[in-house]
């Protein structure tokens, strides 16, 4: 099971995010979130919460707990969203829309 921080880091770099953006956006400096990411310091409860909200994923998720993983799908047509569903289906994966 990944850490907190092995999460946290996932997360930034799936949504292309570099540690300087992230930490803007949850307001710490890029040192603080460093140390987040490499499990030397833990965030506390409101910046754990901010950085679930920038991420869009739950608390749950970056803790490990959660298996299903999400895909945002705001940007996405009727037509598309229906098209992911049906190879999620079939592949048997669990993901929240």
């Known amino acids: 099971m990944d850490t ?7 997360y930034r770099e799936n949504r292309n995010l570099k540690q300087q953006q992230l930490a803007k ?6 040192g603080t979130l460093s140390a987040y ?3 030397l310091r833990k965030p ?3 910046v754990l919460i901010r950085i679930a909200e920038v991420l869009n994923v ?4 970056l803790m490990g707990r959660c298996t299903k993983r999400h895909i945002d799908v705001s940007q996405l047509t009727n037509q598309d ?3 992911i ?6 592949l048997g994966g669990q993901y929240e829309l």
């Open 4 to 10: 907190l921080g092995q999460q946290i880091k996932c």
């Open 25 to 30: 956006l949850i307001g710490v400096e890029r």
């Open 37 to 39: 990411e490499n499990d």
């Open 44 to 46: 506390s409860y409101a």
């Open 58 to 61: 739950s608390i749950d998720s």
């Open 81 to 83: 969203i229906e098209l």
């Open 85 to 90: 569903l049906t190879l999620v289906d079939r």
